[in-house]
C-alpha cells in the first residue's frame, strides 16, 4: 500500500490517500483507495493512470472520494482501524 499511496498522493488534486484491502467474495480481499481533494469524475483518470504506471496487479481495483480529510490518530496519522466502515459508508452513498 505504500507504494501505491506514495504513487496516487503525486496524481493532481489528491490531497490525501489511503490504500487498503477490503474483503471480496471472490478474491478474498481486494486493494481499494480512499482519496480525498478530487471530483468523482476524477477517479477514472486516476484509476487509468495508476494501472498505467503501477500495473494492472497493483492498481486499486475500487476508488471512493471521500469528501472529508481522512480520520486521524492523536499523531496525525491516518486512522487505518475505521477505513474499511468509511470506504463501504461512501462506496453505498455513490452508488
Known amino acids: 500500500p505504500a507504494e501505491v499511496e506514495c504513487f496516487l498522493s503525486t496524481l493532481p488534486g489528491v490531497s490525501e490517500v489511503a490504500v487498503?484491502?477490503?474483503?471480496?467474495?471472490?478474491?478474498?480481499?481486494?486493494?481499494v483507495a480512499l482519496v480525498h481533494g478530487v471530483k468523482d469524475e476524477d477517479l477514472e483518470a486516476i484509476a487509468l493512470r495508476a494501472r498505467e504506471e503501477l500495473g494492472g496487479y497493483k492498481a486499486p481495483k475500487r476508488y471512493v472520494v471521500s469528501p472529508d480529510p481522512l480520520p486521524k490518530t492523536a499523531t496525525n496519522k491516518v486512522e487505518r482501524k475505521q477505513l474499511s466502515a468509511l470506504f463501504e459508508k461512501l462506496a453505498t452513498q455513490s452508488a
Not at 467474495?25 to 486493494?31: N, S, T, Y
Open 20 to 31: 487498503f484491502g477490503v474483503p471480496n467474495e471472490r478474491w478474498g480481499d481486494e486493494v
